[in-house]
C-alpha cells in the first residue's frame, strides 16, 4: 500500500509524543512517584513496596492484553478510537491522582488511580505507534520515529520545568496552592492533565482511518481467531519474532537504567535530590537530541545496523558507569546512555514499521509492547538480587550491560532485507 506524506498529518502525530510524554516524565518518573513513595504510604520502604507493585501490576496487564486489543484495532479499524479512549482514560485518571491526601488508606486507593491511568498510557502506546507507517513514507520512517520521540522528551521536559517554576519550588506556589499534605505537589497531576488533554488534540484533528464496516460481534469473533493465527503465522514473519525476541532482552536493560538511574546515583555516588534532578534533565535532554539526530542515521544505514550501534553505545556507557571512580566519570556515562537510550527506542519502533504487513499494524505494535514489558520486571529483580549478594550496586548494573550484549547477539540474526521483503501480503 503506497503512502502519501501528510506533513500536517505527520507533525500532529509527533505532536502526541509531546503531549502524553507529560505523564512518564511527571508522574512516573521524578514527581509523583517520587511524592508517593516518601509522603503518601506510612514510610518510604511501603511507598517504594507499593509503587513497585503497581508498575509490576501494569506491565502484566499490558502485556496480557496488547496484543489482542491491536488485532481488534486492526480488524475493526478501531486504532483512533482506541487510542481516543485510553488518552481520556489516562487523563481522567491523572486528573484523579490530585484528590488522594497523605495518610490513611489514601496511598491504596492512589496507587489504583495509578495502575489505571499507567494502563491506559501503555496500551494508547501500541495504538499509537501503530500510526507510525501511515504518517511517514518508507524512506522517511527512522526520521518521523526520530522526531517523535525527540519531541516526546522536549515535551517531558517542558512540562517538568513548568511544574518546578510554578507547582514545586515557588512559595507560595502559583493559583493560590498550599504546599500543606502536598497540595502543589499533588497539583501537578492536573498540571499533567491539561498539557496531555491540549497537545494530543491535532492526532486527532488531522491523522485520518480508514473504518471498518464489519459488525460487532463479528469483529470479536474473527480478532481472537486472526489472533491465533498470528502466532502460527509467525514463521512467515520470522524476522519480526527475532526482533521481538532482542528487544525483550534489551529493551529490559533500558527499563532498569531508566528505573535505578537516579537510585544509582544516590547511592553510589550520594548526589543529592537537586543533583539526581538535574541529572535526570540532562539524560533526557541527551535521549532527545539523540533520537533526532540518529533518526537520519536510520533511513541511511538501515534501522537494525542503528540498533547495534546504541546498543555498542548503552553497554559502553554501562561498562563505564559500573566502573567509574568518580562522578565526573559517571556524568560521562550518564550521557553517553542518554545518547543512545533515545535512538534505541525509536529505531525499534521504525524496524518494527518496516517489517509489519500493512494491514496487521496495530496487532504487531501490540505483540511490540508485550515484548516491552513480559520480562520488565528481570532487570529490577537481577538489580536487587545482585546488589545485595555483593553487597554494591556496581554489581546489579553488570546485569544491565548482560542484557545489552545478549539482546545485541540475538539482533545480530535478524535479516532487514529478509523482513522487508515478507511485509507484502502472501499470495
Same mark, same amino acid.
Given at each position: 500500500m503506497s503512502r502519501t506524506f501528510d506533513r500536517r498529518a505527520t507533525a500532529s502525530w509527533a505532536l502526541y509524543d509531546f503531549a502524553n510524554s507529560a505523564f512518564t516524565t511527571l508522574v512516573v518518573t521524578f514527581v509523583y512517584a517520587a511524592y508517593f513513595t516518601q509522603r503518601m504510604a506510612a514510610d518510604e520502604i511501603e511507598g517504594t513496596a507499593l509503587w513497585s507493585r503497581g508498575v509490576t501490576v501494569t506491565a502484566v496487564l499490558v502485556a496480557v492484553a496488547s496484543p489482542f486489543l491491536g488485532a481488534l484495532a486492526d480488524r475493526g479499524g478501531l486504532r483512533k478510537r482506541l487510542l481516543l479512549a485510553t488518552t481520556v482514560v489516562c487523563v481522567g485518571g491523572t486528573v484523579a491522582l490530585y484528590f488522594p491526601e497523605p495518610g490513611g488508606q489514601d496511598a491504596l486507593l492512589a496507587i489504583v488511580l495509578f495502575v489505571i491511568a499507567n494502563v491506559a498510557f501503555e496500551l494508547g502506546g501500541v495504538f499509537y505507534n501503530a500510526f507510525l507507517p501511515d504518517v511517514a513514507p518508507p524512506d522517511m520512517l527512522g526520521r518521523v520515529s526520530g522526531w517523535g520521540w525527540a519531541l516526546g522528551y522536549v515535551g517531558g521536559l517542558l512540562c517538568m520545568v513548568v511544574a518546578f517554576a510554578g507547582f514545586v519550588f515557588p512559595e507560595p506556589p502559583w493559583f493560590g496552592l498550599s504546599t500543606e499534605a502536598g497540595q502543589n505537589i499533588r497539583a501537578t497531576n492536573l498540571l499533567v492533565a491539561v498539557w496531555f488533554a491540549v497537545f494530543c488534540l491535532p492526532m486527532f484533528l488531522f491523522v485520518k482511518e480508514a473504518r471498518s464496516s464489519e459488525p460487532a460481534k463479528d469483529i470479536l469473533r474473527a480478532t481472537g481467531r486472526q489472533l491465533a493465527g498470528t502466532f502460527r503465522s509467525l514463521k512467515d514473519f520470522r524476522q519480526i519474532g527475532r526482533l521481538l525476541l532482542a528487544r525483550l532482552i534489551y529493551n529490559d536493560g533500558l $527499563?532498569?537504567?531508566? *528505573?535505578?538511574? !537516579? $537510585?544509582?546515583?544516590?547511592?553510589?555516588?550520594?548526589?543529592?535530590?537537586?543533583?539526581?534532578? $538535574?541529572?535526570?534533565?540532562?539524560?533526557?535532554?541527551?535521549?532527545?537530541? %539523540?533520537? /533526532?539526530?540518529?533518526? /537520519?542515521?536510520?533511513?541511511?544505514?538501515? #534501522?537494525?545496523?542503528?540498533?547495534?550501534?546504541?546498543?555498542? %553505545?548503552?553497554?559502553?556507557?554501562?561498562?563505564? !558507569?559500573?566502573?567509574?571512580?568518580?562522578?565526573?566519570?559517571?556524568?560521562?556515562? !550518564?550521557?553517553?546512555?542518554?545518547?543512545?537510550? %533515545?535512538?534505541?527506542? *525509536?529505531?525499534?519502533?521504525?524496524?518494527? *514499521?518496516?517489517? $509489519?504487513?500493512?494491514?496487521?499494524?496495530?496487532?504487531?505494535? !501490540?505483540?511490540?509492547?508485550?515484548? #516491552?514489558?513480559?520480562t520488565a520486571f528481570i532487570g529490577p529483580l537481577f538489580f536487587g538480587l545482585l546488589t545485595e549478594a555483593f553487597e554494591t550496586q556496581r554489581a546489579g548494573l553488570a546485569f544491565v550491560l548482560l542484557s545489552f550484549v545478549i539482546g545485541g547477539l540475538l539482533l545480530m540474526r535478524v535479516d532487514e532485507a529478509e523482513g522487508v521483503r515478507a511485509r507484502e501480503p502472501v499470495a
Amino acid at each position: 500500500m503506497s503512502r502519501t506524506f501528510d506533513r500536517r498529518a505527520t507533525a500532529s502525530w509527533a505532536l502526541y509524543d509531546f503531549a502524553n510524554s507529560a505523564f512518564t516524565t511527571l508522574v512516573v518518573t521524578f514527581v509523583y512517584a517520587a511524592y508517593f513513595t516518601q509522603r503518601m504510604a506510612a514510610d518510604e520502604i511501603e511507598g517504594t513496596a507499593l509503587w513497585s507493585r503497581g508498575v509490576t501490576v501494569t506491565a502484566v496487564l499490558v502485556a496480557v492484553a496488547s496484543p489482542f486489543l491491536g488485532a481488534l484495532a486492526d480488524r475493526g479499524g478501531l486504532r483512533k478510537r482506541l487510542l481516543l479512549a485510553t488518552t481520556v482514560v489516562c487523563v481522567g485518571g491523572t486528573v484523579a491522582l490530585y484528590f488522594p491526601e497523605p495518610g490513611g488508606q489514601d496511598a491504596l486507593l492512589a496507587i489504583v488511580l495509578f495502575v489505571i491511568a499507567n494502563v491506559a498510557f501503555e496500551l494508547g502506546g501500541v495504538f499509537y505507534n501503530a500510526f507510525l507507517p501511515d504518517v511517514a513514507p518508507p524512506d522517511m520512517l527512522g526520521r518521523v520515529s526520530g522526531w517523535g520521540w525527540a519531541l516526546g522528551y522536549v515535551g517531558g521536559l517542558l512540562c517538568m520545568v513548568v511544574a518546578f517554576a510554578g507547582f514545586v519550588f515557588p512559595e507560595p506556589p502559583w493559583f493560590g496552592l498550599s504546599t500543606e499534605a502536598g497540595q502543589n505537589i499533588r497539583a501537578t497531576n492536573l498540571l499533567v492533565a491539561v498539557w496531555f488533554a491540549v497537545f494530543c488534540l491535532p492526532m486527532f484533528l488531522f491523522v485520518k482511518e480508514a473504518r471498518s464496516s464489519e459488525p460487532a460481534k463479528d469483529i470479536l469473533r474473527a480478532t481472537g481467531r486472526q489472533l491465533a493465527g498470528t502466532f502460527r503465522s509467525l514463521k512467515d514473519f520470522r524476522q519480526i519474532g527475532r526482533l521481538l525476541l532482542a528487544r525483550l532482552i534489551y529493551n529490559d536493560g533500558l $527499563v532498569t537504567v531508566f *528505573a535505578f538511574g !537516579g $537510585v544509582y546515583a544516590a547511592g553510589t555516588f550520594r548526589f543529592t535530590f537537586e543533583e539526581i534532578l $538535574v541529572f535526570g534533565i540532562v539524560l533526557n535532554v541527551t535521549a532527545g537530541a %539523540g533520537a /533526532f539526530a540518529m533518526g /537520519f542515521l536510520d533511513d541511511k544505514l538501515g #534501522g537494525k545496523k542503528t540498533l547495534l550501534i546504541t546498543l555498542v %553505545g548503552l553497554g559502553a556507557g554501562t561498562l563505564l !558507569g559500573a566502573v567509574a571512580p568518580t562522578p565526573e566519570l559517571f556524568w560521562v556515562a !550518564g550521557i553517553t546512555i542518554g545518547i543512545f537510550a %533515545g535512538p534505541n527506542q *525509536a529505531a525499534s519502533r521504525s524496524l518494527l *514499521a518496516r517489517f $509489519v504487513p500493512p494491514d496487521k499494524e496495530t496487532e504487531f505494535f !501490540g505483540f511490540f509492547a508485550f515484548s #516491552g514489558k513480559a520480562t520488565a520486571f528481570i532487570g529490577p529483580l537481577f538489580f536487587g538480587l545482585l546488589t545485595e549478594a555483593f553487597e554494591t550496586q556496581r554489581a546489579g548494573l553488570a546485569f544491565v550491560l548482560l542484557s545489552f550484549v545478549i539482546g545485541g547477539l540475538l539482533l545480530m540474526r535478524v535479516d532487514e532485507a529478509e523482513g522487508v521483503r515478507a511485509r507484502e501480503p502472501v499470495a
